[in-house]
């Protein structure tokens, strides 16, 4: 059996084992929304999904309506939240991540796939302007936003405001 072969048989069973299923097994459901996020922000950048420091690589590039361009070449972090704790919604494992890339992704699927909102902030600016809270001795581990993006609360501000200041559609603009 190749390796192809396998993978599709994997997938069929993950599928029959999630179809069968009357409750979410929180650590699949995570990782199968950080691998959409990935193949999202690689289909929004003209990108593909790479296995190294960072997770996807821009192929062309592509300008959004904020203003920001991602360049060809351009390597980006993506995190994919689909929960929130107590109205906060939280990328982990940051920290090796600061000089490993040019853009960080915030994908946030906390309301629903019909309700995703996607942030691609410059990793300098990110992790410059960011307030982070240390874990496991790491000082740029977590960066948290408000899940109401402030509208019903006052949770860290700042990084609300960093994410809506670079929020983009889900449609390539170029």
Same mark, same amino acid.
């Given at each position: 059996? /190749?390796i $192809?072969e396998?993978?599709k048989?994997? /997938?069929?069973?993950?599928?029959?084992?999630i179809?069968?299923? #009357?409750?979410? @097994?929180?650590?699949?459901?995570?990782?199968?929304?950080g691998?959409?996020?990935?193949?999202?922000?690689?289909?929004l950048?003209n990108?593909k999904v790479?296995s190294r420091?960072f997770?996807? $690589?821009?192929?062309d *590039?592509?300008?959004?309506?904020n203003g920001?361009t991602?360049?060809?070449? #351009?390597?980006?972090?993506?995190?994919?939240?689909?929960?929130q704790?107590?109205?906060?919604? &939280?990328?982990?494992?940051?920290?090796?991540?600061?000089?490993?890339? #040019?853009?960080?992704? $915030?994908i946030?699927?906390?309301?629903g796939?019909d309700?995703?909102?996607i942030?691609i902030?410059?990793? #300098?600016?990110?992790?410059?302007e960011g307030?982070? @809270?240390?874990?496991? *001795?790491?000082?740029?581990?977590?960066?948290?936003?408000?899940g109401?993006y402030?509208v019903s609360?006052?949770?860290? &501000?700042? @990084? &609300?405001?960093l994410?809506?200041?670079?929020e983009?559609?889900?449609?390539?603009?170029?």
């Open positions: 059996m /190749s $192809l396998t993978y048989w994997l /997938s069929e069973q993950q599928h029959k084992a179809s069968e299923s #009357d409750k979410v @097994n929180a650590e699949i459901a995570k990782s199968m929304a691998n959409e996020g990935e193949r999202m922000i690689a289909r950048v990108g790479v420091e997770d996807v $690589l821009s192929i *590039g592509a300008t959004f309506s920001i991602v360049r060809e070449g #351009d390597r980006i972090e993506v995190k994919t939240a689909i929960y704790t107590n109205g906060s919604i &939280t990328a982990y494992s940051l920290d090796s991540k600061q000089d490993e890339c #040019d853009f960080v992704a $915030l946030d699927m906390t309301n796939k309700n995703i909102r942030s902030i410059p990793a #300098d600016l990110f992790f410059d307030e982070f @809270n240390q874990s496991k *001795g790491k000082a740029k581990n977590r960066f948290s936003w408000s109401s402030n609360d006052e949770k860290r &501000t700042s @990084n &609300t405001n994410f809506k200041a670079y983009v559609n889900y449609e390539r603009i170029n």
